[in-house]
């Protein structure tokens, strides 16, 4: 925080810390049912699970009816039946007609 005192200027810094003291126990929390679509085993492989996600949830969506919460619960199916789905070798070797 000194570093930002100095570089950004005292008014800069001082407003933002007036901001967070308002703020700071007045934002409620948030509750994330993940595990209803989204794939979550509290390891390395939800990571690479969520960033294939956000990967895909850029790219053109044709059909009407689709929506990212197909898209998330289409891939945490994925891994549920096959745990090596996004694995390196796999991801090449998709096409888009089939899983694998």
């Not at 005192?5 to 993940?34: H, L, M, Y």
Request: charged share 25%.
């Amino acid at each position: 925080m000194e570093e930002a005192r100095t570089s950004a200027g005292p008014a800069w810094v001082a407003g933002i810390e007036k901001v967070v003291e308002t703020i700071q126990g007045n934002i409620p929390k948030v509750e994330w049912d993940f595990d209803v679509i989204y794939y979550f085993d509290n390891v390395p492989l939800t990571v690479q699970y969520l960033f294939i996600l956000d990967a895909l949830n850029f790219c053109f969506w044709p059909e009407k009816d689709l929506s990212y919460d197909h898209l998330a619960l289409g891939l945490k199916e994925a891994l549920e039946n096959d745990i090596s789905e996004f694995d390196a070798d796999q991801l090449q070797k998709y096409t888009g007609s089939s899983s694998s």
